[in-house]
């Protein structure tokens, strides 16, 4: 598996992309920097999952950024995408990276440091954690788990950790061995037209420091 470059991880959402293509607005997340991509779409079917998956594959293949789809194992399996992101009610990260292979990515987010640990253990390329200070667009998101509760996830572990943005100055002038970068649904910024203000970090200790 490759490198991953973590510094601008957009995730979809056709509701905050309005009367807009979600393809369209993916493109453009991509041209203004977007790293990564993550099919999210709750409500859609599987075979809308595949459909859209397909077409988006095409997009971020093109530009060589991969795709990320939450939750469906069989949907990343399906289209080919780069990985899948898991919660903890989602397949096991044993049984996903069974079926994955070992290049594939995984991500996952863990409600506890125990589950953190054992995600890595079990294969996580990276961890998605929060919400740090609680949002709107995510109406299942546990409560805020601030900044000491995101200090103890990046510390704990060796792999990438996934959180909120606009946190981000206070925690690199607390620790210089973090290191961040943006995370963003798809919505109606009108400064980069691709992405809205709810934001996220990516981050992770330097292996060295241990």
Known sequence: MKAVDWSLYVITDRRAAGPRSLLDVVWAAIQGGATVVQLREKEASTREMIRLGQSLHE????????????????????????????????????????????????????????????????????LGVGDVYGTPSKPDAGPPIGIEGLSRFVQTVSIPVVARRHQCQQRRSRDPGWRGGDRRDLGRDRRSRSTRSRSAITGYRDRAEG
Request: cysteine-free; glycine content about 10%; overall charge negative.
């Open 59 to 126: 997009l971020t293949q093109r530009a060589g950024v991969p795709l990320i789809v939450n939750d469906r194992v069989d949907v990343a399996l399906a289209i080919d995408a780069e990985g899948v992101h898991l919660g903890v009610d989602d397949m096991p990260v044993s049984i996903a990276r069974r079926l994955l292979g070992p290049h594939r990515l995984i991500g996952f987010s863990p409600s506890t440091i125990g589950e953190a640990h054992q995600a890595e253990r079990e294969g996580a390329d990276y």
